[in-house]
Antibody, heavy 120, light 111 residues
């Protein structure tokens, strides 16, 4: 059974750092692309970052230079290191699995999310 | 900056049919954008419904279908049920250094 469990959220001051974890089971993170998506209060879903099976990483402009996505293949876990955090980073962060299927790209399984609040 | 636009809200009667659309600021949406559709209810994680325009998952209810309509990605619900009241998001793939963009979401009310 595919399962994604996020952790690491919490309250952090502006300018601070936090590392989110996404523990995967039922598949290997290295064999898929893994994505972080957030939803800020009163807003819609926003794509944040993706790490591909080959190791390439992409970020939305608003987090470039501040956030880093990585994975630990032995722990089958994906991370999102968030530095220089801002109030506008406040959101529920979800990780999701992506699959490069024979007919196209699929984002199929999602974790329940972890709440990040940036406030003094 | 690429913008993906959805209807902010739609209302449908139980048993009715409704189509939600997904428009790209870059032009016509094609199958190469691999449109994905998600449903999200309050307090829950998003649930995948459709991928690659019209492909369903094993858990996708039969009343949900995806397509391309007039240069837009579309999600059609036929025989709407009260439990379909939720927010729906499309996700398009543009490639490049910012490959994925979500639509702003459609709040579907079943009334």
């Amino acid at each position: 059974e595919v399962r994604l469990v996020e952790s690491g959220g919490g309250l952090v001051q502006p300018g601070g750092s936090l590392r989110l974890s996404c523990a995967a089971s039922g598949f290997t993170v290295s064999g898929n692309f893994m994505t972080w998506v957030r939803r800020a209060p009163g807003k819609g879903l926003e794509w944040v970052s993706t790490i591909y099976s080959g190791g390439a990483r992409h970020y939305v402009d608003s987090v470039k230079g501040r956030f880093t996505i990585s994975r630990d293949n032995y722990k089958n876990t994906v991370y999102l290191q968030m530095n220089s955090m801002r109030a506008e980073d406040t959101a529920v962060y979800h990780c999701a699995r992506g699959v490069d299927t024979p007919v196209g790209l699929s984002v199929d399984y999602w974790g329940q999310g972890t709440l990040v609040t940036v406030s003094s | 900056q690429t913008v993906v636009t959805q209807e902010p809200s739609l209302t449908v009667s139980p048993g009715g049919t409704v189509t939600l659309t997904c428009v790209s600021s870059t032009g016509a949406v094609t199958s190469g954008y691999y449109p994905n559709w998600f449903q999200q209810k309050p307090g829950q994680a998003p649930r995948a419904l459709i991928y690659s325009t019209d492909r369903i998952y094993s858990w996708t209810p039969a009343r949900f279908s995806g397509s391309l309509l007039g240069g837009k990605a579309a999600l059609t619900l036929s025989g709407v049920q009260p439990e379909d009241e939720a927010e729906y998001y499309c996700l398009l793939y543009f490639g490049g250094v910012q490959p994925w963009v979500f639509g702003g979401g459609t709040k579907l009310t079943v009334l």
